[in-house]
């Protein structure tokens, strides 16, 4: 077994080979002895196209399955398959020459000049072009680019989405903050996505509630790449931001390409969909220095301007007026009024209580075209930290540490306390008028049940009298035989 791990590429290199070599003698066969067989054409011209069929499938299948089975190039991209394909085909067709090469130097000197030392030639050439071809589609067909140990600890981390840009295409909101941090105007920005919707559907929790603060993960990557950068180099400008950040985060993410805003005013990422937050790093060092390229200015997929969203808030909050300005008033959000402090009038209440969730509002997300086909984050800290629902009894039961991890802690106990309460009293008086409604149900069977018997009995009663009106004449019949 040992062995076979080992060498399973070469292995599978082999299999793939043979499985090719059958493909190209079983077209072959196919076209020379059956397909062209009575077509009016001489046997060299079908022998060439029979011999030519043959050799381009059997050189795609080589191609796919030494792709995905050998090699496992992931890549499906357009660009990649034809960077792959043609370097295939070409080291393909140089290998051909070199095996006809070989063939007809070692004949025209007479090498191995003996009874089946041609044969021997033949296995011989055809080792050393199995090995050329698997080497060269090793080291340049499939090789694998090298990846920067920057961004293989964005990898590890689950952060798929990242792109440079120049801090001079940002805007600066907060100019404060990069003088605090030492950080001059020349420097350049890595902008990054954390996917953060889960499997766990949360009963009365949003996406980003029923998972741990994005604070602390961003916080534990940043160590980790401070780490590594003040290591290799140690005189860099180099800090990590989010949320608190001296540039607007979501306008770098769209001029990195990394998304575009929606009507809903979120940013929509391909993948993620909106269940995406947003951090950067501000660097002096350059994209090279960090294995990375500046991003490019590409074409990018837009809102559809569908109106699902609009239709769909409850608050009636997403508006924009005829020349696509948002015009919504975000006061009324039931985002916000979930994070409101203080009490809450009874209409903020029927609204939270309406749309179920007693923290934040998925709803514009979820109606989204974009969210349709959107994946779950890779991201470990989010998936082990989902929980299905926060009642008091789960509130209660968290230490004061576990409670500040979470989203909803920034504001303190109280207010996710007061929308619990009012969850809580909204379910049991759902669950009352349930039993009651059920309860109605059954009285009401059971009334139906009572009449329908005692309309039964009646009837038969007064069958029963039937009855005896019809057999009396009969009796008198019967007294009348002699
Ligand atoms: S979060 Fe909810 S209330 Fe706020 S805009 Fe979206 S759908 Fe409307
Ligand atoms: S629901 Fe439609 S209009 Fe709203 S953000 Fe998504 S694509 Fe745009």
């Known amino acids: 077994m040992g062995f076979l791990r080992r060498h399973r590429k070469f292995i599978m290199y082999i299999l793939c080979g043979v499985l090719a070599t059958l493909i190209n003698s079983g077209t ?3 076209f020379n002895d059956i397909v062209f067989k009575n077509v009016d054409m001489s046997s060299n011209l079908y022998n060439v196209i ?8 059997s050189v795609i299948v080589a191609f796919v399955t030494n792709k995905v089975l050998v090699f496992k190039s992931k890549s499906f991209r357009p660009m990649v398959l034809f960077s792959e ?4 085909i070409l080291a393909r067709l140089l290998t051909f020459l070199l095996d006809a090469g070989f063939m007809a130097l070692f004949v025209q000197i007479n090498l191995l000049d003996f009874a089946g030392g041609q044969h021997i030639l033949k296995i011989a050439s055809t080792l050393i072009v199995t090995l050329v071809n698997y ?5 340049l067909v499939f090789r694998k680019k090298h990846v920067h140990h920057f961004a293989r600890i964005l990898m590890a981390e689950g952060v798929e989405y990242y792109a440079c840009i120049p801090l001079s295409k940002c805007k600066i909101t907060k100019p404060y903050l990069l003088y605090k941090n030492g950080i001059d105007k020349n420097a350049n920005v890595i902008v990054m996505l954390f996917p953060y919707r889960t499997r766990v559907k949360a009963e009365n929790l949003t996406a980003y509630a029923s998972v741990k603060d994005y604070h602390a993960y961003v916080e534990s990557l940043s160590d980790k790449l401070e780490k590594y950068i003040f290591r290799k180099h140690p005189t860099a400008q180099f800090k990590v931001f ?3 950040s001296p540039i607007d985060e979501v306008h770098a993410a769209c001029v990195s390409g990394l998304g575009f805003i929606g009507d809903n005013g979120l940013l929509i990422n391909e993948k993620y969909s909106s269940f995406v937050f947003v951090g950067e790093c501000i660097t002096s060092l350059t994209p090279k220095q960090l294995g990375l390229a500046f991003a490019d200015e590409e074409e990018m997929r837009t809102c559809l ?6 239709r769909a808030c409850p608050a009636g909050c997403i508006d924009s007026d005829e020349n696509g300005k948002d015009t919504s008033n975000k006061g009324v ?8 402090k203080g009490e809450l009038s009874s209409e903020e209440v029927e609204l939270m209580l309406k749309n179920g969730s007693i923290w934040g509002c998925d709803v514009c997300q979820n109606v989204c075209p974009y969210t349709k086909n959107a994946k779950y984050t890779p991201i470990k800290y989010f998936i082990d930290s989902a929980i299905t629902r926060l009642d008091m009894e789960t509130l209660s039961s968290m230490s004061s540490e576990e409670f500040n991890s979470r989203p909803f802690a920034w504001r303190g106990p109280d207010t996710i306390k007061r929308n619990v309460i009012f969850w809580e009293e909204a379910k049991l008086k759902r669950e009352k008028e349930e ?9 009401e069977k059971a009334r139906r049940l009572e009449d329908e018997l005692s309309k039964g009995e009646a009837s038969s009663e007064a069958n029963g009298e039937e009855c005896q009106a019809e057999v009396l004449p009969s009796e008198l019949e019967v007294t009348d035989e002699p």
């Open 50 to 57: 029979s011999t030519v069929i043959a050799w381009v499938l």
């Open 28 to 30: 072959y066969w196919l």
């Open 242 to 244: 989010t949320d608190h």
């Open 435 to 443: 039993a009651e409604r059920l309860l109605k149900e059954e009285e």
């Open 85 to 88: 394909g043609t370097s295939f």
């Open 333 to 340: 959000c039931l985002s916000a009024i979930t994070q409101k």
């Open 135 to 139: 080497f060269v589609s090793e080291f």
């Open 305 to 310: 301007h569908c109106g699902l969203c609009k």
